[in-house]
Structure formats: C-alpha cells, structure tokens
C-alpha cells in the first residue's frame, strides 16, 4: 500500500508543471505580496490554494457590478455572467475580454484547466466544461482571489 501511495504521489508531481513559464506585467516580491493581500488572499493568489466551498461572501452576492482581480485590481468578471453552480464557489460563464489567462494543472486526479490574472499571474480558480450557456463554459472561481465593486 505505500509503495502505491508513493508511486501515485511521484507519478502526479512529475505531471505537473514545475514553474510557470508565463512573465506578467505586475511582478512583485513575496515580501511586498504578502504586504499587499491578506493570508488567505495570499494563499489563494500566490501559492493556489483553494478556498473552503461556501466559505467566500461574494457566493451570496446579486448586485450589478464588476470582480476585480485582489492582487492587481485588473477587472475580471462582470456580474451579469455570474450564475449559482451550487459548488459553493463564485462561477462565472465568461471572463471579461483580455482579463485571464489559463494553463493546463496536473495532477493526481487528471488535467484541469486553471485560471489566473493575465496581468499579475495570480490563481483565481479553474474552468470546466459544464457551464451554462451560452458559453458552456463554468468558470469556478476562489471568492478570496477576487474583489466585488457594485456598479
């Protein structure tokens, strides 16, 4: 049972990608990061954890408006896309145009497809393909990664 553990456990990190080949236009230290977002923003954000499922107040949130991405303020999701997936996460159909970015992330159970800021890098969630329409498209995103503004 632990070898198969451990060749599991091998098996996804050599999957996975080992660094971001991507350059982004707002680069900071991990210092100034940390200074500029809380700690569950910085988790969120900068090493890509995922928030607990109905945790982030922005699930409950039906106000017209704009999400911004919390590391850079670059506007990323408008909310007239903005649907109840029931996953107990924000979920959007459609990013705004030029907002994210996306890379394939292995791992242990299969490919996904996670979504960050284009233009800080910072980690926002994942994207599946069992969305609403018109995109068909669910954009699944941590409520700690984003910041509401209403209209």
């Keep these: 049972m632990h070898r198969r553990l451990f060749l599991l456990t091998t098996a996804a990190?050599?999957?996975?990608?080992?660094a971001r080949a991507e350059t982004f236009e707002i680069t900071l230290t991990e210092a100034e990061w940390r200074a500029r977002l809380g700690d569950l923003a910085y988790r969120v954000l900068r090493e890509e954890e995922t928030e607990r499922p109905g945790t982030s107040r922005?699930?409950?949130?039906?106000?017209?408006?704009?999400?911004?991405?919390?590391?850079?303020?670059?506007?990323?999701f408008a909310s007239d896309t903005k649907y109840d997936s029931g996953t107990g996460w924000p979920s959007f159909?459609?990013?705004?145009?030029?907002?994210?970015g996306t890379r394939e992330d292995g791992g242990l159970f299969g490919a996904r497809t996670e979504?960050?800021?284009?233009?800080?890098?910072?980690?926002?969630?994942?994207?599946?393909?069992?969305?609403?329409e018109p995109t068909g498209l669910r954009y699944c995103m941590n409520g700690a990664a984003l910041v509401f503004r209403a209209a």
């Design 93 to 100: 159909w459609e990013p705004l145009p030029n907002a994210v």
């Design 58 to 76: 922005l699930n409950d949130e039906k106000r017209a408006g704009t999400y911004f991405c919390g590391g850079c303020d670059l506007p990323a």
């Design 13 to 18: 990190l050599l999957a996975a990608p080992m």
């Design 115 to 132: 979504v960050h800021c284009r233009r800080c890098g910072g980690h926002f969630g994942h994207v599946f393909p069992d969305g609403p």
